[in-house]
């Protein structure tokens, strides 16, 4: 069986409902006045519509066991997904991409589920944030690949809830490494910059990583 493709996987439905459980989680997170029946009596009604949409009953001291078969063939196969960008991901922060050429630009928030340092962005999401526009970056000029390193600056704490700007193009391309830089902006202060390197693959490898074929006996190093 194969697994929905992007248009009947990412409803209206279901990216309505990633979005509620996306202030869900920012209410678990920062609603500090709720009693603790007020909290009793969400989790009930959480664990009751989680168990409804598995078939089943849950354990909630258990590991979730949710899984979904991988025949992804398209990015549009697993980019609802994303943890960064889908559309039907909880997880995902509400960033909106623009496209001017191979040029690529994010704007939008991190909020409580983000949160590092008291008040700021965790770093680790900063740099996921970074891979992907870097990517999407790379995609537009022609020359997607695989990261293979990725190094971040981190100039200023970036801060929760403030409108922030994402800026990415390719800077580089010799042979099948590409180079790509990025800044992160919090109005005019820039908080961070990155620059990745990343290999071109052929369909072969790509096969072999995210395919179905048996993967070679010893591991490859994607940088040629």
Request: hydrophobic share 40%; charged share 25%; proline share 8%.
């Amino acid at each position: 069986m194969s697994s929905p493709d992007a248009s009947t996987f990412a409803t209206p439905a279901r990216v309505r409902l990633a979005a509620a459980t996306r202030h869900l989680m920012d209410a678990v997170l920062t609603t500090e006045d709720a009693t603790d029946k007020d909290l009793a009596e969400a989790a009930d009604a959480t664990e009751r519509t989680v168990a409804e949409l598995l078939g089943r009953a849950i354990d909630t001291t258990a590991r979730p066991q949710g899984k979904r078969s991988r025949h992804e063939r398209r990015e549009e196969d697993y980019l609802p997904r994303s943890p960064l960008v889908g559309s039907v991901s909880p997880m995902a922060p509400p960033l909106a991409y623009e496209f001017h050429g191979d040029h690529v630009v994010a704007h939008g928030w991190f909020g409580a589920a983000y949160e590092g340092p008291p008040g700021y962005v965790h770093g680790g999401w900063v740099s996921l944030a970074f891979d992907e526009a870097l990517g999407m970056a790379n995609a537009l000029s022609g020359h997607p690949g695989m990261t293979a390193r990725l190094t971040v600056r981190y100039r200023k704490p970036t801060p929760l809830r403030t409108q922030l700007h994402f800026h990415a193009r390719t800077e580089r391309v010799d042979g099948r490494r590409v180079t790509t830089v990025a800044t992160l902006r919090a109005g005019e202060i820039v908080t961070a910059e990155a620059e990745g390197l990343f290999v071109v693959i052929g369909a072969d490898r790509a096969l072999e990583y995210f395919g179905e074929r048996p993967p070679t006996p010893e591991p490859t190093d994607p940088l040629p």
